[in-house]
């Protein structure tokens, strides 16, 4: 859904993330360890993972990437979903378990 969601906005997809890898490539994109993602690097992060999404956006967080930076297929990431201490996000423009998280740049 969120390479998907990529190719619908019209914007590249440029790698892909998860907690431990399992593998090199998921549809063609590279996937990286999520500590390895740098918020230098993407304009964009979506977020989409088949377990508890609030932990994925508390470990980027963590990572420092800026909740103003992370989306999830249908938009901003949803206030209650966000610490406490984090401002809310603005909106951006298969059967194998989907990855944790899409990086995107725009």
């Known amino acids: 859904i969120a390479l998907l969601t990529i190719q619908e906005m019209g914007l590249p997809g440029v790698g892909v993330a998860e907690e431990t890898p399992t ?11 999520i500590a390895d993602v740098s918020p230098d690097e993407y304009d964009r992060v979506l977020v989409a993972s088949s377990g508890p999404v609030d932990e994925v956006i508390r470990r980027l967080i963590a990572l420092h990437i800026p909740s ?3 989306m999830m297929p249908g938009g901003a990431v949803p206030r209650e979903l966000l610490p406490t201490s984090v401002e809310p996000s603005t909106p951006a423009p298969s059967a194998e378990r989907a990855p944790d998280l899409v990086e995107v740049t725009g």
Do not use: A, H, I, T
């Open 23 to 33: 593998r090199e490539r998921f549809l063609g994109q590279p996937v990286r360890k």
């Open 68 to 70: 103003d930076r992370l």
